[in-house]
């Protein structure tokens, strides 16, 4: 059909496009608003359908086969029309949009709708509408505006049928409905009605006015059929409609509202209805579920550790910490007795002097203002400060007891030098011992030698008052479950249990489960720290303490939020806290091979009787047969008669490499490595020593045996 203009439009362009796949994933096909071809529709600003004041002017739609909507725009003479025709000319507002309903879709593919008016905006949708001529002065086309589509949307938030002689008749029903009770008036339906929100208020307008059902259409075939999409709620032609959709009256909303008095609640007359009238999602009509305890919990690790940290450790007003001693444990610093006439010498001592530089630890978040003021429901600003400060708490806390865990090279790694852990600081301030038990020892093994060790190590404590074991809560756990040779608890609480440890307190702290290091080749896992916060110090100057700092980013509408401190944090006093460790022992063990074994072709019984090992004397005991014709251990026929001794050998670490060798025989000075567990030596005299080695890393277990006590048979 297309337009004829009778007089210059102020402008024009592109209102939408086919084929171009907008932002709500619809992809708008070709022919899809033909019926819209030659329509007068109104020009609003922003899809502003509440404000008679945005309707600006009216638009004439031109289809263009092949290639989508355009659009002849008249602005009115009113005070905003002006305005807007004033923002177009000088490239103010540059971008159009389309409300359209009546749409039928098909797998995101749109074939067909009804434009039902076009706005001025400022953001857009579809990359390939834009405006691109204005009448009142000659500016070029330009391929960056753009144009904007919207879907679904009401058109208006008053229902058609609200006029106002209904209107008032309405209220003068709903007051004549009004009846006493003892104490006071129930409230209204109007008076509840003004309890709803705005998005109740909506819903409600959409039953009033029209409460229209959708039905599917077409099949479910493969690609899913094609259906109408939800009509607006506002928008009722009734040529438009198939007879399976159930429209609301108007006398039928009325007989709703007389009976909420009867229901005692106009939620629960409205759902007595749905059954008879067909009204599908009623609920989205009443309150949503609220918080159950304000707003939303946590889901984070315990951490009543964190303030007894954070309160225990002492302030500094300065931040770079300077540890300064004067070593008098040595001989040459004791008091000396005088001799008449002998030379009096100086008294000689080491110091020791240490500094801590501060170094900053922070927390950073940000969140999108939209969602800052859409979400109403609890505080989010609050929320997410709550969060900063409670993980910047932890993050220094763990820094300063065992260290924050990240590797060197991670750019978020707290420096170990600024803020000096417990665990791992220096020998002079953290005493170091280890737990030492066997391999694949228990954890009652474990927790038991725990104990013990504490109680040993105790002496070893020089730090200020009575300090606290922080230790895991597994540990603590096994030690609680001890039990004497009676089946009787040892200790019967956590209170009992830090008395016989001496500890002030025992605390738990879950990020001192599973840390390990690595001490010259060995791996000793963490159980426990013992100390008196009291002696660390943690420095920081004015300015450095804590801060927060707020800031809103135009460019991406964000509220950002950075939580900030400078500080250092050492231990301030020698041998003031003890690290407790557990360390595998390295072990090495030596023993005769039972006489049953077979080596190299010969039972062991054939080669050798009651011998023994005693690691007392380390001297072999017992009888070496004669055997000639040895073939298994060697092609050497020299070699395949004589004594024999048959040794096993075990170490750990699993890792241990074990060597052996004959100290005046064949192998002195070409140690031979035990691969099997296992080595038989060729014994020429009794003069000879057996040399075992075990090596773990920097752990070195050497050993020597005499053969002086063994008997060596001359005869089969």
Known sequence: MGVNLTEQPDFSGWATVYNVKCSDGRTLRDGSFKDCDGLKVPIVYNHDHQNIDSVLGHAYLEERPGRGMYAYCYLNDTENGAMAKEMVKHGDIAALSIYANKLKEKAGNVYHGMIREVSLVLASANPKAFIDTVLTHSDPESDEWEAEMYFGEPIS??????H?????????????????????????????????????????????????????????????GEEDMKHNAFDYEEENYEGNVHVLSHSEIQEMFQDAKSYGSLKACVLAHTGDYGIENIDYMFPDAKLNAGDPQFIKRPDDWVSKVMAGVSKNPFSRIKSLFADITEDEARAKGYIKGHYKKEEVFTLLKRTTEPTTVYKKQKIDRQDVI????????????????????????????????????????????????????????????????????????????????????????????????????????????LEDGFQHKLYKDEAELARTLRVKEIVTVPVMEGLSREDKGVTKNLLGIIVNLTDYKVGTDKGGELNMFDDFDIDFNQMKYLMEGRFSGALVKPFSAIVLEE??????????????????????????????????????????????????????????????????????????????????????????????????????????????????????????????????????
């Open 157 to 162: 938030t008053e229902p058609i049928i609200e």
């Open 374 to 481: 859409d979400i109403t429901d609890f505080d989010v600003v609050s929320l997410i400060k709550k969060e900063m400060r409670m993980m910047y708490d932890e993050e220094c806390a763990r820094a300063m007891l065992v260290g924050d865990g990240r590797p060197t090279s991670s750019e978020d790694h707290i420096d170990e030098t600024h803020i000096r852990p417990i665990w791992k600081d220096e020998d002079l301030f953290a005493v170091k011992k280890d737990v030492a038990v066997a391999a694949g020892a228990s954890a009652a093994v474990v927790a038991k030698t725990f104990i013990n060790t504490v109680i040993r190590s105790r002496k070893d404590y020089k730090g200020s008052g009575n300090p606290t074991l922080y230790t895991t809560e597994d540990l603590v756990t096994e030690c609680l479950l």
């Open 583 to 716: 360390s595998v022992s390295v072990t090495l063990s030596v023993e005769p091979t039972d006489p049953s074994t077979t080596r190299y072709g010969k039972e062991v019984d054939d080669l050798q009787s009651n011998i023994e090992i005693n690691e007392g004397s380390r001297q072999i005991l017992g009888t070496l047969r004669y055997v000639a014709d040895y073939t298994g251990y060697s092609g050497d026929p020299e070699l395949q008669s004589g004594n024999y001794l048959a040794l096993d050998f075990a170490a750990t670490p699993s890792d241990a490499v074990i060597s052996v060798e004959v100290i005046g025989g064949d192998s002195e000075g070409n140690p031979v490595v035990v691969d099997d567990g296992y080595v038989v030596f060729r014994i020429k005299d009794r003069k000879q020593k057996i040399k075992v080695k075990s090596v773990s890393g920097d752990n070195v277990i050497e050993r020597v045996y005499g053969l002086g006590s063994l008997k060596l048979k001359t005869n089969a």
């Open 164 to 224: 106002s002689d209904d209107k008032k008749e309405d209220q003068k029903m709903a007051e004549e409905k009004k009846p006493a009770e003892e104490g006071g008036k129930e409230p209204t339906v109007q008076e509840i009605f003004d309890t709803f929100t705005d998005d109740q208020k909506e819903v409600v307008y959409a039953i009033v006015d029209t409460a229209v059902k959708n039905a599917k259409k077409g099949g479910d075939d493969e690609e899913g």
